[in-house]
């Protein structure tokens, strides 16, 4: 019903930038929460940034990781259905799985919460 597919992953040295995105499709209405995760070998998953709003402007409040302030912003595109992840100043611990989140409001007025495949970010010299 509601697919995501993430890209922007890669290699990239200390100091350098990425962008991650991360594209919806299917039955969607409106965004309720979007937000990003990572998970690094042997870690627990944890919250990197996350942005909520009525889903009808790309605004909203935003919460990120102590660890990203500053550094990473986290911005959405309604009208693309797509949700970014700016990452700059990337230092080797930011090394990670990036997952997506999403939950959404469907057509047919249901919610609904879907993880992405995850992309590797790897930040390595």
């Known amino acids: 019903q509601v697919q995501l597919v993430e890209s922007g992953g890669g290699l990239v040295q200390p100091g350098g930038s990425l962008r991650l995105s991360c594209a919806a499709s299917g039955s969607i209405w409106r965004f309720s929460v979007t937000g990003w995760y990572r998970q690094a070998p042997g870690k627990e998953r944890e919250l990197v940034a996350s942005i909520s709003s009525s889903g009808i402007s790309n605004t909203g409040r935003t919460v990120y990781a102590d660890s990203v302030k500053g550094r990473f912003t986290i911005s959405r595109d309604n009208a693309k259905k797509t949700v970014y992840l700016q990452m700059n100043s990337l230092k080797p611990e930011d090394t990670a799985v990036y997952y997506c989140?999403?939950?959404?409001?469907?057509?047919?007025?249901?919610?609904?919460?879907?993880w992405g495949q995850g992309t590797l970010v790897t930040v390595s010299s």
């Open positions: 989140y999403i939950k959404v409001i469907t057509f047919e007025t249901k919610d609904v919460e879907v």
